[in-house]
Nanobody
Framework: QVQLVESGGGLVQPGGSLRLSCAASGSLFSFNAMGWYRQAPGKQRELVAGITSGGTTNYAESVKGRFTISRDNAENTLYLQMNSLKPEDTAVYYC?????????WGQGTQVTVSS
């Protein structure tokens, strides 16, 4: 069983920045892939950014150039640096990891972008 605990969400003005953290109960080296999803009210959950065990990253078109996914293997923590935030980035953000054949989710952290 893997436990994931997200933190770092909150209220920020448009153009601001936040960094989300996801602390995992196991070594990041044990995961095939890791990522961040988000779900806005009335919308489906969507992939924001992902990173493989080999370090390959991918991003949703809507966040390219603004968000950066990274990991600290020593701290067993996944990060999502979010810059130039827009109101449409408002959502609950979820951390997820895959340790084949299972996937695991965190509880989510709310990000609200509003003036």
């Amino acid at each position: 069983q893997v436990q994931l605990v997200e933190s770092g969400g909150g209220l920020v003005q448009p153009g601001g920045s936040l960094r989300l953290s996801c602390a995992a109960s196991g070594s990041l080296f044990s995961f095939n892939a890791m990522g961040w999803y988000r779900q806005a009210p009335g919308k489906q959950r969507e992939l924001v950014a992902g990173i493989t065990s080999g370090g390959t990253t991918n991003y949703a078109e809507s966040v390219k150039g603004r968000f950066t996914i990274s990991r600290d293997n020593a701290e067993n923590t996944l990060y999502l640096q979010m810059n130039s935030l827009k109101p449409e980035d408002t959502a609950v953000y979820y951390c997820t990891v895959v340790r084949s054949p299972h996937g695991y989710w965190g509880q989510g952290t709310q990000v609200t972008v509003s003036s």
